[in-house]
């Protein structure tokens, strides 16, 4: 089994893969992406970790978060406004990358601090 998790910021987007053979790290400019998706795709396509799908995703987000889209699930995100991203999806995100449903978390990057 193998995890993702990260911390997105309006400047950078630090990522980490951690699998049976370890630990993958990689740190992107989060405005050279149109969302979340993309910079995810782009993570996963990386040689080390490019034909693994990773059983759980976590990710601290600099933005506040809300349960519109997913009833009953606070996994919403509207991004710091610097992105100019549209609002993240985790049941959208989760469909693009090929992810099973309910894989995938959001935590306000002030919240994640506390774990």
């Not at 910021?9 to 405005?31: D, E, H, I, K, M």
């Not at 990386?46 to 995703?57: K, L, M, Q, W």
Request: hydrophobic share 40%; net charge negative; with cysteine.
């Amino acid at each position: 089994s193998c995890v993702v998790v990260g911390d997105i910021g309006g400047t950078n987007a630090r990522l980490q893969f951690w699998g049976p053979s370890g630990c993958v790290r990689r740190v992107y400019r989060p405005s050279s992406f149109t969302g979340l998706a993309p910079l995810l795709q782009k993570f996963l396509s990386e040689d080390e970790i490019a034909n693994a799908r990773p059983s759980g995703v976590v990710l601290a987000i600099c933005g506040p978060i809300w349960n519109e889209g997913r009833s009953n699930d606070p996994n919403n995100v509207v991004m710091a406004d610097n992105l100019r991203w549209p609002p993240q999806h985790t049941h959208e995100l989760e469909e693009a990358l090929g992810l099973a449903p309910y894989t995938m978390r959001f935590l306000n990057d002030f919240e994640a601090i506390g774990y």
